[in-house]
């Protein structure tokens, strides 16, 4: 997982917003695509890929904060 901890947060923020909300109009392809997923429509290959696309940065974020809060709870218990 080092390689999660070299991801700069700040280009993780950013890259989260912007492929997380694109399209901003009508509305964002992953909200799009988790409504979907939620329906039981997302069958075709193409909208399975851009459910995974739209939602790989803001998976990864998530996923940084997690691990920088479990490194900083391990940290205080070392003290």
Do not use: C, Y
Not at 31 to 37: A, D, F, T
Not at 41 to 46: D, K
Not at 63 to 78: F, V
């Amino acid at each position: 997982m080092h390689w999660l901890d070299k991801l700069p947060l700040g280009i993780l923020v950013v890259l989260a917003l912007f492929l997380g909300l694109a399209p901003f109009q009508p509305e964002p392809h992953l909200w799009e695509k988790l409504k979907m997923l939620a329906a039981g429509t997302l069958s075709r290959p193409i909208d399975i890929f851009d459910l995974f696309l739209h939602a790989s940065f803001p998976l990864l974020l998530v996923a940084k904060l997690i691990r920088m809060a479990t490194l900083r709870s391990k940290g205080e218990r070392n003290s």
